[in-house]
């Protein structure tokens, strides 16, 4: 029974893929801003300057948390270039999952996506067209919902099929280099040079003590 369940198992976590969205890469968008995910995906918010966050709200209330306290948030992200970590959410269902920036007037302005659009009247363009009419963009009270990851990379929206357990890594720069010692070793002619001076200096000594003595 075991292995029956396992193997059914299986193809569901080998099929599981990783979704890059970039945040505020080309403006006050998230890019891709329709996603299609599967239960097991997990989606990597990939933050730009200035400063965004990501948030999930209801379609009938854009621009609002669906929690006061928990959901899905972010926290704002301050950086001047790509963040050197990622907000990655694993997905759990397949229902639609509104997301918006509460950064003040951006969700207004139209900053705003959804993870399995529905089909009907529910779609991305009419919770933009009603997030205008809202009076200001609302946050949680605490980082929920996700984890922070270090950026592997992948932005742009593009995805890669991996397992659930891959594991992120991130270059921030040239690799520092090791420290080292050096020794200066005196050439043949440096030596024989060091000798005599040493020799002269030594027989100076030498009369200077016999001067001394008398």
Not at 13 to 19: E, F, G, H, R, V
Not at 48 to 59: L, R, T
Not at 175 to 186: E, G, L, N, V, Y
Request: hydrophobic share 40%.
């Amino acid at each position: 029974m075991n292995f029956l369940a396992l193997s059914l198992l299986a193809p569901t976590l080998a099929a599981a893929k990783t979704i890059s969205i970039a945040v505020g890469q080309d403006g006050l968008k998230f890019t891709p801003s329709i996603v299609t995910a599967a239960v097991g995906d997990k989606l990597d918010f990939h933050f730009y300057p200035k400063n965004h966050s990501v948030v999930a709200s209801s379609f009938s209330k854009p621009c609002a948390p669906i929690q006061p306290d928990g959901g899905l948030y972010s926290g704002f992200r301050a950086t001047t270039a790509e963040d050197p970590s990622v907000f990655e959410v694993t997905v759990n269902d397949t229902n639609p999952i509104w997301i918006y920036c509460s950064q003040i007037t951006h969700c207004e302005g139209g900053m705003s996506m959804v993870v399995n659009q529905p089909s009907g009247s529910n779609t991305l363009a009419a919770y933009q067209a009603a997030s205008k009419s809202v009076a200001q963009s609302q946050s949680p009270l605490h980082v929920a919902g996700g984890v922070f990851v270090p950026n592997n990379g992948t932005a742009n929206g593009t995805s890669t099929s991996g397992s659930s357990n891959s594991t992120h890594t991130s270059s921030t720069g040239p690799s520092p280099t090791t420290s080292q010692t050096i020794i200066a070793t005196p050439t043949p002619g440096e030596a024989g040079r060091t000798g005599v001076a040493m020799c002269v200096m030594g027989a100076l000594l030498a009369g200077a003590f016999v001067a001394g003595m008398v």
